[in-house]
């Protein structure tokens, strides 16, 4: 059989099976056997080409790549007529259009982000911006220019995380190093509140390792304890309703003099008394002091004329208060069925 004779029949071969091809891949194989570099027809060639005398290979040459050219042709072809089959299926499918539409879950709020977004607003009607700092920080801001020199008791109040390899550098314990930033970025006034995460060696149902805190600061001339405790009044009536009431219970923090706990009256049994107020009928919520002198020296700010109170609260602590989850831990898995619940 003579060259062109073979390849005729290599021809109607690959015909037939592209024919019978049924699907893409199938079809892909069918020609990679026969058009493909390593295909049927190519290796027909180079035999060919490798036996025939010189004056015959230019003709050989160009009788296989037609044959080639056919092949992808026929390729192309079934390839079409493969898609237009697809389509076609499609369409005959019956779509009942009647039948309700298939709703795309909604992602949710968490109560952590409904309660700070609110923070932020009530403070912001009152003229406090938004001040934001790093959860690396250095001992200097987190520390030391809050008046904890090292080995000062006062560190131990906060069980601290410390980068690996750098003595001087923390995760945020709190968010008053915020304060510091601020004051060493602006002269007063100053009217500035900071939400974000902050980090302790603490694990329990009501700590976690990781959690929220918002803090509070107002400089001025003339700033009083009385002020603080209107703005926390107001903010706790917003925030949790015009029945709460607040109430500052004397207490230390090195970077404020006269310090305080906050207690907001307890938002399971207004104030009456019940278990998780252990009958108290308060529940604490933060510390909150006027700015010491020690911190304005750090910062530069002039103690005889400027006055100022801070405060620092659990973001976390108020979202569970507010929507009465009992388990801090619940507030980071992270369970979509979790956030629905809060609107
Ligand atoms: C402080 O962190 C001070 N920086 C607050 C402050 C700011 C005082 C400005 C004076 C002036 P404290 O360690 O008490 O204070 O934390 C404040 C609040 O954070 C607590 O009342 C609580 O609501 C919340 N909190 C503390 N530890 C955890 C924890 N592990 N998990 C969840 N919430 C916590």
New binding site residues.
């Given amino acids: 059989m003579d060259l062109q004779a073979r390849l005729a029949a290599l021809l109607s071969e690959y015909q037939e099976k592209i024919a019978q091809a049924r699907t893409e891949q199938e079809l892909r194989k069918v020609f990679a056997d026969y058009g493909g570099p390593q295909g049927a027809i190519r290796v027909q060639q180079k035999e060919a080409i490798k036996s025939a005398p010189n004056a015959e290979k230019k003709a050989i040459g160009q009788l296989s790549n037609q044959v080639v050219q056919s092949v992808e042709k026929l390729f192309e072809e079934r390839l079409r007529a493969l898609a237009d089959e697809a389509r076609r299926r499609d369409l005959e499918r019956v779509v009942d259009v009647t039948l309700p539409g298939r709703a795309r879950p909604l992602g949710h709020l968490h109560p952590v982000t409904l309660a700070r977004r609110d923070i932020v607003e009530i403070f912001g009607q009152l003229g406090f911006t938004v001040a934001e700092g790093p959860q690396v920080e250095t001992d200097f801001h987190n520390f030391e220019a809050l008046a904890m020199p090292k080995d000062h008791p006062a560190r131990d109040?906060?069980d601290t995380f410390y980068v690996a390899g750098a003595s001087d550098v923390v995760l945020r314990?709190?968010?008053?190093p915020v304060?510091i930033r601020t004051m060493l970025s602006q002269p007063p006034p100053v009217r500035i509140i900071a939400p974000g995460a902050?980090y302790?060696k603490?694990?329990d149902p009501?700590?976690?390792?990781m959690?929220?805190?918002f803090?509070?600061?107002c400089v001025d001339e003339g700033i009083t304890f009385g002020d603080l405790k209107g703005v926390l009044l107001h903010f706790t009536q917003r925030f949790f309703g015009a029945d709460m009431g607040v109430r500052l219970r004397p207490s230390f923090?090195p970077?404020?003099e006269p310090?305080a706990?906050?207690d907001i009256s307890c938002v399971f049994c207004r104030g009456q008394g019940c278990r998780t107020c252990k009958q108290s009928g308060w529940i604490?919520?933060?510390?909150?002091?006027m700015i010491d002198p020690e911190v304005f020296a750090h910062v530069e700010y002039d103690a005889e004329r400027y006055t100022g109170?801070?405060?620092?609260?659990?973001i976390?602590?108020?979202a569970m208060l507010r929507y009465h989850i009992d388990d801090?831990s619940l507030m980071f898995e992270g369970d979509v069925r979790f956030a629905r619940q809060f609107r």
């Fill in positions: 109040m906060q314990t709190h968010t008053s304060q902050v302790r603490d694990d009501t700590h976690s390792p959690f929220n805190q803090e509070g600061l923090f970077f404020t310090s706990e906050i604490e919520v933060g510390g909150a002091g109170f801070a405060f620092g609260m659990g976390d602590r108020m801090v």
